[in-house]
């Protein structure tokens, strides 16, 4: 029906196409787990907080409110002394020009 010269041309197209495409779906693949290395790694730490008792998770409320207390203490230092104070400041000092 066709001529045999076009069938060949077609069927080394048809091969050059399935390994572009091949190609193309390894890197797609390679692209797809490296985007999704996070989703799985924050999916096996809510699978690690799902485990945990209630009893644990109640109890960890407290706790991390004494950690950021001693952590983060309220009159503590140059830092929060400048975020207390530094827009207050600098308000002052443009008012002033």
Same mark, same amino acid.
């Given at each position: /029906? @066709?001529?045999? +010269?076009? &069938?060949? @041309?077609? %069927?080394?197209?048809?091969?050059? #196409?399935?390994?572009? +495409?091949?190609?193309?779906? *390894? %890197?797609?693949?390679?692209? +797809? %787990?490296?985007?999704?290395?996070?989703?799985?790694?924050? %999916?096996? #730490?809510? /699978?690690?907080?799902?485990?945990?008792?209630?009893?644990?998770? &109640?109890?960890? #409320?407290?706790?991390?409110?004494?950690?950021?207390?001693? &952590?983060?203490?309220? *009159?503590?230092?140059? +830092?929060?002394? &400048?975020?207390?104070?530094?827009?207050?400041?600098?308000?002052?000092?443009? *008012? /002033?020009?």
């Amino acid at each position: /029906m @066709y001529p045999q +010269i076009d &069938l060949k @041309y077609l %069927e080394q197209r048809k091969a050059s #196409l399935r390994g572009r +495409i091949h190609v193309r779906r *390894s %890197e797609s693949a390679v692209a +797809i %787990e490296r985007v999704l290395r996070p989703v799985v790694w924050a %999916e096996g #730490l809510w /699978m690690k907080w799902k485990a945990i008792s209630p009893v644990v998770k &109640l109890t960890a #409320l407290p706790l991390g409110f004494l950690l950021k207390n001693k &952590l983060f203490p309220k *009159s503590g230092g140059v +830092i929060s002394g &400048l975020f207390r104070w530094g827009p207050l400041a600098l308000n002052l000092f443009r *008012s /002033m020009r």
